[in-house]
């Protein structure tokens, strides 16, 4: 494994004089006077995963990677990834993975949308959604299981019902799930992946004429062989991963989620938190009906300013009365709502996590254009409970060259509750002002607790073009899987690639998962 150190002055000299900006009751510290648990990486550019001394990984599945009998394949650019112990096992279980998209066209369909033939769209349909893998750890090393009765896929030809008061767009269920980002686990172990930018796939609808009309300039171009509702996307699909059942879930609103973290109320009802990954779009709450369903409730919105969420209910607000027929036409055209009832614009609002230890809700606002280093928000819920109606927020944690990062994403805490961080830098700005400090991206480590509390230090460095995704912890804190999204995106063309990860040489890059282990990991995360 090739690593690259920083010793602690050049490391200094990088990140300045003062570490974070931070909100609450945490001292503002310096670099100088606050030693990091760990000698922590460099930023890189080298075209492998750059680990901290003391960590290494597994390769467990990659690209194209036959998973069963049937044929079925691992999917493209893989994203969010949750694990389910088999028999309580931490070292044997179910990988959930989500496929985000097909956008790195010369691993996919190597031709521009107006290019592309009708096998090409039929090939693509078949690298989205999401995929179910049993991997196991019997001999110190994560592999996965080939051809178990557990592996198997969900893509954009999947039947998947939906959960709703009426039909979506004349229909009970909707062909396939896609643009599946981050996600979440439920109290009950079943499975949320999200679909974020469904408008790449079949366009989107307008209704800014009174009238329903299909907007056909999608970026990836299904539209022009498939005949697909575009409100069909857009929601939070519940997976079982013991049986692949799926269904979408339409009280939760039809927007870019970006995830779905699950906590519960006081009352035991559960609650999700999620954002939509747009510039000045929205964070959102779903209160369940019920404590082990998510079938039912009220979505609300958040007012950042005020401190409130307000409901996105036509039962309590007559402006939502007078723009909608019913409820699910609201829940469709979600945005439209939130933006009605005075919803805050945030910085592109994508992965949520609650602190396990303080019940605080972290926020990653990757970025804004006028912010470009994104932040990380904190909410803390008025007495603690996820069911309050209102919250206080502040900054927890601000980007940029004085902290070593930019454009927070996916958050994950480990079984000690300290918070973990992947950035995403998009492919086409890296190396490019204001982000060439910061080179390839990285994941990042924040103590919650003890010394260094609040400071970001750089644990791993990505391939060039790929963005780090989906970390999640095993149960005993050995293992943290990692996925290696879209390396080499930033190539110039498919003769001139910026990475051949994870095989070398000349190969074409493949997104990946990894397990990263070691005695670090079980310095800071072992339980």
């Not at 036959?66 to 028999?87: I, M, V």
């Not at 409820?327 to 949520?352: F, Y």
């Not at 999204?485 to 994870?502: F, I, N, R, T, V």
Request: hydrophobic letters at 35%.
């Amino acid at each position: 494994m090739k690593k690259k150190m920083i010793n602690r002055r050049a490391f200094l000299q990088f990140m300045g004089r003062t570490a974070v900006v931070t909100a609450g009751a945490r001292p503002a510290l310096s670099l100088a006077t606050t030693p990091p648990p760990f000698l922590p990486i460099a930023p890189a550019t080298d075209d492998e995963v750059i680990l901290a001394e003391g960590l290494g990984y597994d390769l467990l599945v990659s690209w194209g990677d036959l998973l069963n009998s049937k044929g079925e394949r691992f999917g493209f650019n893989n994203d969010y990834t949750a694990f389910f112990p088999l028999d309580g096992n931490p070292g044997d279980g179910l990988l959930w993975v989500n496929h985000e998209e097909v956008l790195s066209g010369y691993f996919a369909s190597p031709r521009a949308p107006a290019q592309k033939t009708r096998a090409d769209i039929d090939r693509e349909v078949l690298e989205v959604g999401g995929s179910i893998v049993r991997i196991n750890n019997a001999d110190g090393r994560w592999r996965l299981v080939q051809d178990d009765r557990y592996n198997r896929r969900l893509d954009a030809t999947t039947n998947i019902p939906f959960i709703s008061a009426e039909p979506v767009a004349g229909a009970d269920a909707a062909i396939g799930t896609l643009g599946n980002c981050a996600g979440g686990v439920t109290p009950w172990q079943t499975l949320l992946t999200c679909e974020e930018n469904f408008h790449l796939f079949y366009g989107d609808v307008s209704f800014a004429s009174g009238q329903r009309v299909h907007e056909q300039d999608s970026i990836i171009g299904w539209e022009r062989y498939l005949e697909r509702p575009p409100e069909h996307y857009g929601w939070v699909v519940e997976v079982d991963p013991f049986t692949g059942a799926a269904h979408k879930l339409t009280a939760l609103g039809r927007f870019a989620h970006e995830g779905a973290t699950v906590t519960r109320a006081r009352d035991g009802r559960a609650v999700v938190y999620m954002g939509d990954d747009k510039t000045d779009e929205h964070i959102y709450k779903f209160i369940a009906a019920e404590p082990d369903s998510l079938h039912n409730g009220v979505l609300y919105v958040a007012d950042t300013h005020g401190g409130r969420w307000l409901p996105l209910a036509m039962d309590q607000d007559k402006r939502l009365q007078a723009a909608f027929k019913t409820q699910t036409e609201l829940l469709i055209r979600a945005r439209e709502a939130a933006k009605l009832v005075g919803a805050t614009p945030q910085d592109r609002p994508e992965d949520i996590e609650t602190d396990p230890l303080t019940g605080a809700v972290l926020i990653a606002l990757t970025k804004h254009p006028q912010r470009p280093y994104g932040s990380i928000l904190k909410l803390e819920e008025q007495d603690n409970d996820p069911g309050a109606t209102t919250f206080r927020a502040g900054t927890f944690l601000a980007g940029g060259p004085h902290n070593g990062f930019a454009c927070p994403d996916n958050l994950v805490f480990d079984p000690r509750g300290n918070l973990w961080f992947c950035t995403d830098v998009s492919s086409h700005e890296l190396y490019k002002p204001p982000y060439e400090p910061f080179k390839n991206n990285g994941l990042f480590y924040v103590p919650m607790s003890g010394t260094g509390t609040g400071f970001p230090w750089q644990v791993a460095s990505a391939p060039p073009g790929a963005e780090l995704t989906g970390p999640t912890f095993s149960a005993d804190g050995r293992t943290l899987f990692l996925s290696v999204q879209h390396p080499g995106e930033d190539s110039p063309s498919a003769d001139k690639l910026s990475s051949h990860w994870p095989d070398g040489g000349t190969a074409l890059p493949k997104p990946s998962v990894i397990g990263i282990a070691g005695p670090l990991l079980d310095e800071l995360t072992a339980v």
